[in-house]
């Protein structure tokens, strides 16, 4: 019985690590959305590399263009690029240039972990382990190309939340 119990309880863990659906309850309907373990370092090599083709690569890009300072080609990444630049010129105001520029370097040397992307439809979030807390960044495509976005206001969108809640819970593990 103990060995049947433990393959069980290995079983569960070894799903929770896979690709997968997760279902999450919105307004009384379920919606799926498609979890893929990443488990990847982000690294200094990272910050000098990216695209638009994939969320991760755009998330290399847009946080390398802010590492080197230049927020205006930073927020082009963004499908509210004025918003987006006024939001760090004010981030780059409060901490000054210098510790800013420190952040957003740490981004690249604090061992932060991309744990897993989540999807649905045209909408990505990476999940981000850091040393202190577990974030998510949310992509969208459009067209061929993907953007950061910060207010989702779909289904996706509330499913990443509900979704990231149970992940800062430990609710799901990758």
């Known amino acids: 019985m103990k060995v049947i119990m433990i393959v069980l309880s290995v079983c569960v863990a070894a799903s929770l690590a896979c690709a997968g659906d997760i279902p999450v309850q ?3 309907k379920t919606v799926t959305v498609k979890a893929v373990p990443l488990n990847r370092q982000i690294t200094a090599a990272d ?3 990216g695209a638009q083709d994939t969320a991760l690569a755009c998330s290399f890009l847009y946080y390398g263009l802010l590492y ?8 082009t ?3 509210t690029p004025k918003a987006t ?4 010129a004010q981030y ?12 957003m370097s740490d981004y690249y040397t604090s061992k932060n972990v991309i744990v897993a992307e989540l999807m649905m439809g045209d909408a990505v979030m990476l999940v981000v382990k850091t040393p202190y807390y577990t974030a998510g960044q949310v992509y969208v495509r ?3 190309k993907w953007f950061v976005t910060e207010n989702l206001k779909t289904d996706a969108g509330q499913a990443f939340g509900k979704i990231l809640s149970m992940i800062q819970d430990d609710k799901i593990k990758f």
């Open 68 to 75: 080197k300072g230049d927020i205006q080609a930073a927020a």
């Open 142 to 144: 459009q067209g061929d």
């Open 92 to 103: 780059q105001d409060r901490m000054g240039v210098k510790e800013f520029n420190k952040a």
């Open 47 to 49: 910050k000098n590399t």
């Open 26 to 28: 919105l307004d009384g």
């Open 77 to 79: 990444l963004s499908t």
């Open 85 to 88: 630049a006024d939001k760090w």
